[in-house]
């Protein structure tokens, strides 16, 4: 006795399996539980991985980039009336403990005695009340906090797509040509600090007009200038005046 048993098609690996092997029609179970397997965070790809620095510079580099653009995130996340509040709460809990403790508790100041027993429970006091203005301050301030936190992740990810292209561009043979020509026609001259390089491996070629706000002028000749390290390093992505 014979059983007809069904084969199928996978649609990402090609392969032709029984029925049992596949989770819907066209995607068998093997490539299903590839495309569950967990992406990774941006936030670890925020920063530009050199392999001469060590591990300890790279995740120095990763943190204040990390904390630039948590900077850029909060900026972008407007406040609310209800974050102004919090901002206040912990001064505000010290105030109005320090003002109820100076209304009842002012007769205890007239006898010499009980003068350094009040002024313990007032400092012991303020501290609590500052840990619970904190603490009030946190519950207030979450809703924010979840928002700057996606907000932060949107940058993260922005950031990420950038580098690659970045890579991606930096490492095209049209870019190396490019590159190779400029720099066979270049004098040997930095065009901003006008310092003789000697060594054609020292020197960089800057875009005049930042790649990342002109991609479309990546590639011409017109925009392309000489730079030592230093000054390419120290323009960046930024417009000079004389731009």
């Not at 032709?16 to 029609?25: D, H, L, P, Q, V």
């Not at 020509?181 to 054609?200: D, N, W, Y």
């Not at 930042?210 to 000054?231: D, G, I, W």
Request: aromatic share 8%; hydrophobic share 40%; charged share 25%.
């Amino acid at each position: 006795m014979s059983y007809y048993r069904e084969v199928l098609i996978c649609r990402e690996c090609g392969r032709r399996k029984t029925r049992n092997y596949f989770i819907s029609e066209t995607l068998c179970k093997k490539c299903a539980a590839k495309r569950r397997i967990p992406q990774p965070n941006p936030l670890c790809a925020i920063s530009h991985p050199d392999p001469t620095l060590d591990s300890k510079e790279s995740i120095a580099i990763t943190a204040r980039v990390e904390t630039r653009l948590r900077r850029e995130a909060e900026h972008e996340v407007p406040k609310t009336p209800r974050d102004h509040v919090a901002a206040l709460t912990p001064y505000t809990a010290m105030a109005v403990f320090w003002a109820a403790g100076l209304l009842f508790g002012y007769p205890s100041l007239v006898h010499p005695r009980h003068d350094g027993y009040f002024l313990i429970l007032m400092w012991w006091g303020t501290i609590i009340a500052g840990l619970v203005g904190l603490w009030v301050q946190s519950v207030l301030n979450r809703p924010r906090s979840k928002k700057v936190a996606v907000r932060l992740y949107e940058v993260a990810v922005k950031r990420a797509e950038a580098i690659s292209d970045t890579r991606a561009f930096y490492a095209s043979a049209e870019w190396n040509i490019v590159r190779k020509v400029v720099l066979a026609e270049a004098s040997g001259e930095c065009q901003v600090c006008g310092k003789f390089i000697p060594r054609k491996v020292d020197l960089t070629v800057d875009h005049i007009l930042p790649r990342s706000k002109y991609p479309h002028l990546a590639l011409e000749r017109s925009n392309m200038q000489v730079l030592c390290r230093s000054c390419n390093s120290r323009k960046g992505d930024r417009l000079t005046s004389k731009t």
